[in-house]
């Protein structure tokens, strides 16, 4: 399955963003789904997570309440939808897959490129 994500840009510290990732391919079989961030010199963040059976999200403490994962299966499409967003937040942020395991951890299994989420103070 090949990811592309989109949506990024810069915006002032209280605003909103939406995320958007598109997967094609194959698209037929069901996959967890997940937004990571990074930024330059630290470590990939897992940052929301929904799983493909019940579609429970997971979200980092650090997002809880600001940010809503979604997904909208006809369109093959996973949403981050990210309000009240602070200058913290500011990293490339990346869509993933998953077939197996545990949807609210690392490793992932597919990933898109990222879009970068600038939030200036």
């Known amino acids: 399955v090949q990811l592309q994500a989109s949506g990024g840009g810069l915006v002032q510290a209280g605003g909103s963003l939406r995320l958007s990732c598109t997967a094609t391919?194959?698209?037929?079989?069901?996959?967890?789904m997940a937004w990571f961030r990074q930024v330059a010199g630290e470590q990939r963040e897992l940052v929301a997570a929904?799983?493909?059976?019940?579609?429970?999200?997971h979200y980092a403490d650090s997002v809880k309440g600001r940010f809503t994962i979604s997904s909208d299966n006809a369109k093959n499409t996973l949403y981050l939808q990210m309000n009240s967003l602070k200058p913290e937040d500011t990293a490339v942020y990346f869509c993933a897959v998953k077939w197996y395991g545990d949807y609210t951890q690392a490793p992932y299994d597919s990933w898109g490129q990222g879009t970068l989420v600038t939030v200036s103070s």
């Open positions: 929904i799983n493909w059976i019940d579609e429970n999200p």
């Open positions: 391919g194959r698209t037929s079989i069901r996959y967890h």
